[in-house]
């Protein structure tokens, strides 16, 4: 069974970049599409980013584009999402996710694995 266990999150000010890690064990994230998303306080969760390491395929939610780069390393079975020119409304916990399927999707109930998140927070 695929388990994710997401760290690196923190308080920055805006403008400043953070980069988070999702650890995967239990089976191999490279034969997975892994998705980033986050929630904010009062609101639903939402799609960030997401990846299919098969051919390297990207998609990024348009707050995000441009700012934030999804990427993977097999070798450690690692996903990570570079966050730069943070905004204070990127501040939410973020979520590390894997679905079985190539297919790149943004919705969270196409994701089967889920980790517990890491908090974001941006100040001014």
């Known amino acids: 069974q695929l388990q994710l266990v997401e760290s690196g999150g923190g308080l920055v000010q805006a403008g400043e970049s953070l980069r988070i890690t999702c650890a995967a064990t239990?089976?191999?994230?490279?034969?997975?599409?892994v998705g980033w998303f986050r929630q904010a306080p009062g609101k639903e969760r939402e799609f960030v980013a997401a990846?299919?390491?098969?051919?390297?395929?990207?998609r990024y939610a348009e707050s995000v584009k441009g700012r934030f780069t999804i990427s993977g390393d097999r070798s450690k079975n690692m996903a990570y999402l570079q966050m730069n020119n943070l905004k204070p409304e990127d501040t939410a916990v973020y979520y590390c996710?894997?679905?079985?399927?190539?297919?790149?999707?943004?919705?969270?109930?196409?994701?089967?694995?889920w980790g517990q998140g890491t908090q974001v927070t941006v100040s001014p």
């Open positions: 239990g089976r191999t994230l490279g034969t997975y599409t």
């Open positions: 996710a894997a679905r079985t399927w190539p297919t790149v999707e943004v919705s969270e109930n196409d994701y089967e694995s």
């Open positions: 990846f299919r390491w098969v051919d390297d395929m990207e």
